[in-house]
């Protein structure tokens, strides 16, 4: 069993018939490469060093505000909040705490930045103070040293006099980034305020920014009451808005999700293009609307050429969709922006996989594997190992090496207390032991995978984990212990309203009781 493409889960594949490309008349280089990014940035979670825990939500707030306001920059590369993430919980960097030198230094090169923006809040009396250091860590897009120069460091300090100063002072301190890169951009460039993006409110981007490092961390009814609290003090943060359905829809709160994203795209008014294609992305791909979901998907692309994430996003659209020459294509260019991106190379060896390409699979695989090594990602690892398990059953036919690594990814998982991943992992050890005839240990491991699933509320999990069940019952023998579980996976299939497992678990359910002689 494959893992999801990306954080945000996805609703069930939509099957089409035929992607017609998207025609746009910019940018103006058409068909061919867009130009390569002068130079490329990494933003780190700022502090509070108010003292003040109400202003806890700049950690992510303010740097959520510099990146909407520099994502359109077409001569920069700005790494992705999801590889920061990563990186930052790999390295175990301190909440609240700016990484010593040598850690900086270290995450630049992991991301392959040039330059780094940190800094923190400061407030002096009833003044506010934005204390930004731009870093030129001296590393370049593939990891090695761009200059034999050692790192330097320039200072930017902005004041403000009051909360509601924040969004000028961000402004200011984008706009004088801006200049120290030289990406100031053209009279095409069109560049909004801080106001303009996302909202007037500082007690909204507070809860914001709570609400998304909240959701980065997988505390996702956490992020959800944080969200609401912040649309509570501004309903048109169509920002938050779009947060708050994706975070409903990994809740599985699927109708919630959809009315959420129906209202952040009603409500686009004052949105960057950026943030309404992906506004609208978002709303497309939770309604399963994939041609609308390519589209808009297709427009970050152009409106943020050397963004890997929106590339990356694009694919995993693509994939959902059934466009998998699209979707390599898409991972290739995000991996010519971030050679470094681990789930990239995972993503691109588990579409070789589906191709059919069991050498490349491995080959990408294998960077994955180093990369998330490198950083100490124990769970990137495991999802690595689980996906060469699957390579080395489905598709080399070597279950003995499928076994090994689904075990290796096994003992992560429990170790790190991944509790869904232990389940997922079990289910194919189970049907790994079914194909080598081990089928006491296949039973014990899928009994071990529902039972998790239950207790974790994993309906998805229960009704693929009875049928598997099932299967291997029917092939041990046991075909009265087949009928029963795949009649409680009907069960499941019938809560969750799901028309393509629905058909399968009636077509076992028949199955089964013609071997039985009930007709």
Same mark, same amino acid.
């Given at each position: ?45 700022f ?14 707030g303010?740097? /959520?505000? !510099? ?7 077409? /001569? ?6 999801d590889r ?5 919980? /790999? ?7 700016e ?7 270290r ?29 030129a ?11 034999a ?21 961000v ?9 120290r890169?030289? !990406? ?51 309903p ?52 399963g ?7 808009? =998907? ?93 390579? =080395? ?9 499928a ?11 429990r ?8 389940a ?38 229960l ?18 212990d ?20 629905? /058909? ?16």
């Amino acid at each position: 069993q494959q893992e999801s493409r990306r954080a945000v889960l996805h609703p069930n594949f939509v099957a089409i018939l035929a992607l017609l490309p998207v025609r746009v008349p910019w940018p103006p280089w058409g068909p061919s490469a867009p130009p390569p990014p002068k130079t490329s940035l990494v933003l780190l979670p700022f502090q509070n060093a108010t003292g003040d825990p109400a202003y806890d939500g700049v950690r992510s707030g303010l740097a /959520s505000l !510099i990146r909407s306001e520099l994502i359109e920059a077409k /001569s920069l590369r700005l790494v992705g909040e999801d590889r920061v993430q990563e990186v930052f919980a /790999s390295l175990k960097v301190p909440e609240n705490t700016e990484p010593s030198p040598a850690t900086t230094r270290r995450i630049a090169a992991l991301l392959g930045a040039e330059n780094v923006l940190a800094g923190r809040l400061v407030r002096i009396a009833d003044r506010l103070r934005i204390d930004a250091r731009l870093l030129a860590a001296g590393t370049s897009q593939d990891g090695g040293t761009a200059s034999a120069a050692a790192p330097g460091a320039t200072s930017i300090v902005v004041d403000g006099d009051s909360d509601r100063a924040i969004f000028t002072m961000v402004d200011d301190l984008t706009r004088r980034v801006r200049d120290r890169l030289g !990406i100031a951009g053209g009279c095409l460039e069109k560049r909004r305020g801080a106001t303009e993006l996302y909202t007037r409110s500082v007690a909204a981007l507070s809860m914001y920014g709570e609400g998304l490092a909240l959701a980065r961390a997988g505390q996702e009814n956490e992020a959800a009451k944080r969200l609401e609290q912040a649309l509570q003090e501004d309903p048109q943060f169509h920002v938050a808005r779009a947060l708050l359905a994706e975070t409903y829809d990994r809740l599985g709160r699927s109708e919630k999700a959809v009315e959420e994203a129906t209202k952040a795209v009603a409500g686009l008014g004052p949105a960057s293009p950026y943030e309404a294609a992906r506004i609208r992305a978002v709303q497309a791909r939770l309604t399963g609307n994939s041609r609308e979901a390519l589209k808009a =998907y297709g427009r970050l692309c152009e409106i943020a050429p050397n963004s890997a994430e929106a590339f990356f996003d694009l694919a995993a659209e693509q994939e959902d969709a059934g466009a998998l020459e699209d979707a390599r294509k898409s991972l290739l260019r995000v991996l010519a922006l971030d050679p470094k991106h681990p789930t990239a190379h995972y993503a691109l060896g588990r579409l070789h996989s589906r191709l059919g390409k069991g050498t490349e699979a491995l080959e990408e695989f294998g960077r994955a594997l180093a990369l998330h090594t490198e950083t100490g990602n124990d769970q990137g690892r495991a999802a690595v190992l689980n996906g060469l398990g699957d390579a =080395y059953r489905h598709l080399l036919r070597r279950p003995d090496e499928a076994l090994n690594n689904y075990q290796a990814a096994l003992e992560i998982r429990r170790r790190i207390g991944d509790r869904r991943g232990v389940a997922v992992t079990l289910r194919n050890l189970a049907m790994t032991e079914r194909d080598l005839g081990r089928h006491d240990e296949g039973i014990r491991s899928a009994t071990e995978a529902l039972e998790i699933s239950r207790e974790i509320g994993d309906k998805d999990g229960l009704a693929r984990g009875y049928s598997e069940l099932g299967d291997i019952y029917q092939i041990a023998g046991r075909p009265e212990d087949a009928l029963k579980a795949y009649q409680e996976s009907l069960k499941v299939v019938r809560e969750i309203d799901d028309p393509t497992s629905l /058909s399968h678990s009636l077509a076992n359910v028949g199955y089964i009781n013609s071997v039985l002689g009930r007709y």
